[in-house]
């Protein structure tokens, strides 16, 4: 059985958003896939030495707000300091204790399974943000280098 | 109660977090080896099934007790 490819792309920089890649990064390399994660725009905040993800309610009207605040709070309430902070702290407490993962677990799960994990080089130089910013043990490449993978991938996702 | 070589308490843990614990405790063991995992995860049993066919590793026996999971894998 050749080894399946999966190539993804990370484009958000949320703490919820950080998930999607993660999560199936980790897996995928769990059931043998070789796999890429190309971190390109706000994407590039995941590889950060220091996570600062936060979660915002803010244009987000799919989000459930506890206790059933987004029946009472007017659209404008999300945007009121302190509810990001607040609404992050609420995120990873509930994350927390229904033993879901950190980002920085699943990053390090990510390492250890060998998941190539790739910065943009463009919006890392567009960013003015350099190697030192970031994790040891990634690699720094353009788009040509991404398709070079992702055309002989199984399974290509943007998220 | 089958026999095995190893035991993996999963239970708390949530999606992928048990099958990423298997697959680290799976990759100590030798061919033919029986990992035994319990999780509280109910949508690990379809994964933990998805799991073992992806990978060729046996899925000996999948059961129910008490919301708690009970998975006997054969290393491939």
Known sequence: MSEKKLALIATKGSLDWAYPPFILASTAAALGYETQIFFTFYGLQ???????????????PGMPMPMAMDKWFPVIGTAIPGMQSMMTAMMKSKMKSKGIASVEDLRQMCLEADVKLIACQMTVDLFDLDS????????????????????ESDINLFV | MSEYTKKLDATGLNCPLPILRSKKALNTLSSGDVLYVISTDSGSVRDF??????????LLESTETESKYHYYIRKA
């Open chain 1, 46 to 60: 995941l590889l950060k030495k220091k996570l600062d993800l936060s979660v915002t309610p803010l244009g987000n």
């Open chain 1, 132 to 151: 030192s910013d970031f994790i040891d043990g990634i690699d720094y490449a353009g788009a040509a280098t991404f398709f070079e993978f992702a055309g």
């Open chain 2, 49 to 58: 099934d998805a799991f073992c066919k992806q990978t060729g590793n046996q």
